[in-house]
């Protein structure tokens, strides 16, 4: 039987445009002939390949500068590729269509005039002669002017006047299409900040012209520019475009200028949409523009400008940035260890998909792979970089083995380990490293050499082990207790027992200062240097295994665990703030050496890269800061958010103004399941301490509670009768729980499952229960039996949703891998094609059409926009014209204007 056909989200090698074609109705857009009568609700213009004589004009000598720009852009305009006759009249046009001069376009007239005649100057000829400008320098400058001025008089919204909703493959020979819409000077000149990397322009008399063109076009069309670099595929270049700009403007603009506030958001919004953008050129305007947080300067600039268009509203959400600056999902495996160079350029990982790779920070892009799948087929368990950046051990099975990264040459592998290499550490000068594994063996190497120095005994596993000055080694593990070697006398110096259990890094500061990491949750502060054992500091505030620690040059700790949280702490100990974001345990994290940026790696299989140089207010909300967002649940007819967590409160937004009006308290542990009666006003959530309770939403008190579980509740739901007769709760042991509603007791247990219970559901008669398990099982059992009718094992990861069909018995599966899956309930087969049938579900509104598939909201089968990439189905609800979401922090979103006909 094979996997239903229609109804698979994308796998990680999968793109977008093929998820929704293999989903829903594929939609190719095709540009009717050109020789085609033309349409007469639009300009009747003849659209021909783009003039070759912008690359001649480029070259042109000074003194012919003006006129060749001002043919080019006259050739612009007899084309027709002018901004006003290339909008399409039925999406609107940011410009309008009202022919009364406008203020700021004259204005704009005025600067682009004024930077074209600026060349010939007096001031600019007396600045070359005087030699304040180089030739070089202004013949840059020069060219500049002219590729802004031609993006000024071209660039405009959806330049390929397409469907305003459509992937860009969706869009039939997308590169003939764009030399046909899109002159080839237009093209060139959309690359011209890339010309400006490195370059240092001065604010003068002779410039201040091309700053001003320049700030006019970042204001008017950095927009714009952005969706024709997603249309030529080079919005990797135009994140290094940004970062040029921000560049120059940092010589000659103050920090409070619009302008570097908006470059630097932009540069955020691309590392934050590049994926949605990349997709559908169009979705700067309605995912990375409207979705941008509220109060920065690109979403406040730039919403005014798309008022127009059809474009969801936040009504609750993130302000600011979050400290999340990158986020690298390149592995198919979980990240084993991860390095970044001094300067917060590079990233460089390992995984369990036996590669170890080498990233960008500023684009996210893998740069090199230095150790590939196809050549090995071990885990590469950690790296270590050198001081310098210059050289790169990576563990892999019993060999190490020493990159050049000027190069990313193998310089040399060292083999003598007996076992797998657990850890691996330089010494300051390079000049020997060391290593400890699973041979209970700490062994130093000679790097010029290659031959193994020295070599001393644990009883078990060495997890990690790390240099003290020149002469000294420690290292820790699986025998709890930490250790220090001297070289110099080849011997233990002493010994740290502090630790409980089994202790995961160790890490050396300060010189002689040691910190380490423990499965006990405890980090803890040593001195190597003092007589006798002196444990300076215990750190507590992980809520589970501590796996990785480091320290940064100016004395501040990170780490991470099982609780999947980086923390921050200072060189006291005291808790600074928490970094979420992943979700899985955190393996990895390292500072960057200005300790601007910390990096980490997880077994969620991403890498993400945190702002450290300034704790950003992300979660501006009316939920504090440090409470996290478990579950949420929306109101039948749309109008409330119920979201509860570690606050231990049940909130109750309005989806309308994204503000609470009611706070329900009564669970005294972190709320983990929410459910709202589909018929009525009531509402119940269970909690970590094993305690349901039933709510009103309308008097906004406490109905009912019902204790006798014995495990943390997991997941929840009413029956479906018209009197909700009945309760059902998932257990963390695996139980299932089914409750009198009225009466608080529970009626059945029902025992089978062999893992956390993540979904349930009761059928419309009663008579069976339907829940999905972490262990990727779904099970259907008959309640008054107390046995198990039916077992789906196809899921091969943690089931995240089983959801019920009213028209058909069709049960509906879907997993943290993203597969998904449809059950005959009566036969027990799974269907091959997905059903035409509704389902009652967390993630779709039958009434309004809306589901969000992927992080993608549709419309109808149709995308809309893209909520986040990263969003898993399980933790978002849709009503009749909103969506509410949450992983590190919960949002509302009014997608009202998409429903709108």
């Known amino acids: 039987m094979k996997k ?169 020979n997308l590169s003939e299409e764009v030399e046909q819409s899109i002159p080839a000077g ?135 940035w979050p400290e999340c600056v990158q986020t690298i999902a390149s592995h198919a495996d979980k990240i084993t260890s991860v390095a970044i160079s001094s300067n917060g350029t590079r990233v460089y990982s390992a995984s369990s998909d036996f590669s170890a790779k080498v990233f960008d920070v500023e684009t996210g892009l893998e740069l090199k792979t230095l150790i590939s799948a196809k050549e090995n087929n071990n885990n590469i368990e950690c790296i270590c970089l050198s001081k310098s950046n210059s050289h790169l051990l990576v563990a892999c099975f019993e060999t190490v083995t020493l990159f050049n990264m000027n190069n990313s040459k193998v310089i040399r592998k060292f083999e003598g380990h007996d076992a797998v290499v657990k850890s691996v550490a330089f010494r300051n000068d390079e000049k020997m490293f060391v290593s400890g594994g699973e041979d209970y063996r ?42 220090v070697w001297s070289l110099k006398y080849s011997r233990l110096l002493k010994e740290m027992p502090g630790h409980e259990e089994v202790v995961n890094e160790v890490v050396v500061f300060q010189e002689k200062k040691i910190i380490s990491c423990s499965h006990d949750t405890m980090i803890k502060i040593w001195s190597a240097d003092t007589p006798s054992v002196l444990e300076k500091k215990t750190l507590d505030g992980h809520g589970d295994l501590v796996l990785c620690v480091d320290v940064s040059s100016d004395g501040k700790i ?24 992943h979700n899985a345990p955190i393996t990895s994290v390292k500072f960057s050496g200005n300790a601007q940026l910390i990096v980490s790696g997880s077994e969620d299989k991403l890498i993400k890269v945190w702002d450290n140089s300034e704790k950003l207010s992300t979660y501006e909300q009316d939920v504090p800061e440090k409470y996290i967002v478990e579950a949420i649940a929306i109101s039948p007819d749309g109008t409330f958010i119920a979201a509860g967590g570690t606050e231990k409160i049940l909130r109750l937004y309005s989806t309308k103004t994204g503000k609470f009006f009611a706070k329900l308290e009564g669970h005294m542990e972190t709320i983990t399941a929410v459910a709202v009666c589909v018929k009525s006003t009531l509402v119940i959530s269970g909690s970590f301490d094993s305690d349901i309770k039933l709510w009103d939403s309308r008097t906004r008190k406490l109905v009912q509670s019902y204790v006798g579980s014995d495990s943390m509740v997991s997941a929840i739901a009413f029956s479906l009768d018209d009197d909700r007769r009945f309760i059902i709760s998932g257990q963390r042991n695996g139980k299932i729980i089914v409750w009198d ?109 809306l589901e969000v598939l992927d992080g993608w909201l549709l419309v109808g089968g149709e995308m809309r926009c893209c909520l986040r990439p990263t969003l898993k189905s399980r933790n978002v609800v849709v009503g009749n014209n909103c969506v509410a979401s949450f992983d590190d922090q919960l949002v509302i979103i009014d997608v009202s204007s998409f429903l709108t006909k």
């Open 4 to 172: 239903s056909k229609n109804q698979n989200p994308r796998s990680p090698t999968q793109s977008v445009e093929q998820a929704f074609n293999n989903r829903h109705v594929s939609v190719v857009y095709e540009k009717k002939n050109p020789q085609s009568p033309p349409n007469p609700k639009k300009n009747a213009k003849t659209f021909s390949p783009a003039s070759t004589r912008f690359e001649d004009a480029m070259s042109e000598t000074s003194d012919h500068f003006s006129t060749a720009l001002a043919a080019e852009i006259h050739h612009l305009n007899r084309i027709g590729k002018s901004p006003k006759s290339s909008v399409p009249s039925s999406a609107g046009s940011e410009e309008g269509g009202n022919k009364v001069a406008d203020p700021q376009k004259l204005k704009s007239e005025s600067i682009i005039t004024e930077a074209k005649s600026s060349t010939m100057s007096v001031h600019w000829k007396k600045d070359i002669a005087n030699k304040a400008i180089s030739t070089q320098l202004a013949e840059t400058i020069k060219t500049a002017i002219l590729h802004l001025s031609i993006l000024s008089s071209f660039l405009h919204f959806n330049m390929l006047d397409t469907p305003l909703y459509i992937f860009n493959q969706g869009i039939l």
């Open 741 to 849: 509603s009225r009466k608080g007791i529970d009626l059945k247990k029902i025992k089978g499952h062999k893992d956390v219970v993540q979904s349930v559901v009761m059928t419309p008669d009663l008579k069976s229960i339907c829940s999905g398990c972490a262990d990727g099982t779904v099970r259907v059992w008959d309640i008054a039996n107390e046995t198990t009718r039916w077992v789906f094992d196809r899921h091969v990861a943690s089931i995240l949703l089983v959801d019920l069909s009213l028209e058909r018995k069709v049960l509906r599966s879907s997993s943290s891998d993203g597969e998904c899956y449809f059950w005959d309930l009566q036969t027990g087969e799974c269907l091959e094609e997905e059903p035409e049938v509704k389902f009652i579900n967390q993630h779709t509104s039958r009434q309004s059409r």
């Open 186 to 320: 237009v093209v060139s000149a959309a690359l011209f900040a890339i010309n400006l990397n490195n370059v240092k322009i001065v604010k003068s008399r002779s410039t201040e012209p091309f700053f001003g063109l320049l700030e006019l076009f970042i204001l008017d069309h950095l927009h714009h520019w952005i969706e024709l670099m997603s249309l030529i595929e080079k919005l990797n270049d135009a994140v290094q475009s940004i970062v040029s700009l921000i560049k120059i403007f940092s010589f000659s603009l103050p920090k409070n200028h619009l302008i570097r506030p908006l470059l630097s958001d932009a540069k955020l919004v691309l590392r934050h949409f590049m994926s949605p953008i990349s997709d559908s050129a169009l979705q700067v305007y309605f995912s990375a523009i409207p979705l941008s947080p509220s109060q920065t300067t690109f979403h406040q600039h730039f919403v005014k400008k798309i008022q127009k268009y059809p474009i969801p509203r936040v009504t609750l959400g993130a302000k600011n």
């Open 442 to 483: 700490v062994r130093v190497w000679d790097i010029l050499t290659g031959e193994q120095i020295f070599c001393f005994n644990h009883t078990e596993t060495i997890n990690s082990v790390a240099y003290i000055g020149k002469d000294m080694v420690v290292s820790a593990g699986e025998d709890y207790i930490v250790k």
């Open 558 to 581: 990170v780490s991470g665990g099982c609780d999947n949280a980086v923390r921050v702490w200072s060189s006291d100990g005291t808790l600074l703030y928490t970094f979420l974001g």
